[in-house]
């Protein structure tokens, strides 16, 4: 079973930055749109920021201008530079690979990011 893999969380305080990053076999990586979610307790896991076809990109009402989704496609990376984070962005965050063939989907197992003072 191919599972995604995230890093780069961690503890930060509000006003702070973090990276995350995830890095995809190439198979997977080619023939799909990635994207990132998080999920915060008692909560229903939401879309964060995510490319769309065409290699435009989506972002959540709440992390617009503050979070920057990229990709580097000589690695099959997707990364996710989060600045000015606030409490409520305090989630475990998820990498998404959604097949544009089938619509399967593989998703990792995440990475906590906590922000607090």
């Known amino acids: 079973q191919v599972q995604l893999v995230e890093s780069g969380g961690g503890l930060v305080q509000p006003g702070g930055s973090l990276r995350l990053s995830c890095p995809a076999p190439a198979i997977i990586f080619g023939i799909s749109v990635m994207g990132w979610y998080r999920q915060a307790p008692g909560k229903q896991r939401e879309l964060v920021a995510t490319?769309?076809?065409?290699?435009?990109?989506n972002y959540s009402d709440s992390v617009k201008g503050r979070f920057t989704i990229t990709r580097d496609d000589g690695n099959y990376t997707i990364y996710l530079q989060m600045n000015s984070l606030k409490p409520e962005d305090t989630a475990v965050y998820f990498c998404k690979a959604t097949s544009m063939n089938s619509g399967y989907e593989w998703w990792g197992q995440g990475t906590q990011v906590t922000v607090s003072s």
């Open positions: 490319f769309v076809s065409g290699g435009t990109t």
